[in-house]
């Protein structure tokens, strides 16, 4: 199935903000791995190893982080924008590898990560509120959705 590139510059915003350094971690991996191609654009430097290593710590201290009791809400005014950052920049790398629009790229992907900020938010509240289960596990499932879902979304492109 082929997805529409625009759809999924949106959809890694979302993974974005679900979780703020995993969408660019993805996307490096992905430009590393030459699943998409960034070699010429302003984005190069996705594709170099020290840029992986970095996205991909950045990305597990998050996983780490967000299961701490006085982690901040990523509805917050800095987990906010650190989702909007990266969900623009993530979209862009897809628009860019495709050819399309870097500007719509970024205006996606930084939807996309205000929309799965505040979703993925009021989901986690509502599932740990609704069913009881601790928020530890409903947040390690919410981090297996974000890896795989991420991983799709780049292996669609």
Known sequence: MVFPVLLLCFLIGC?????SMM?????????????IHLDGTPLSFL?????LCLF???A????????????PARTAPIGLIARIVTGGLSGAALALS?????LAGIML??????AGAFAGYYIRHGLVTQTKLPDFVVAVVEDLLAISGGLFLVSRM
């Open 60 to 71: 597990i201290g998050e996983l780490i982080a967000d299961k701490l009791p006085k982690t």
């Open 47 to 51: 594709n170099t190893m020290p840029a």
């Open 23 to 35: 969408a660019p971690a993805i996307v490096c991996a992905a430009a590393y791995l030459r699943w």
């Open 98 to 102: 495709a050819g399309k629009s870097t």
């Open 109 to 114: 992907g930084a939807a996309g990560g205000i």
């Open 56 to 58: 991909t710590l950045f």
């Open 15 to 19: 993974v974005a903000g679900l979780r």
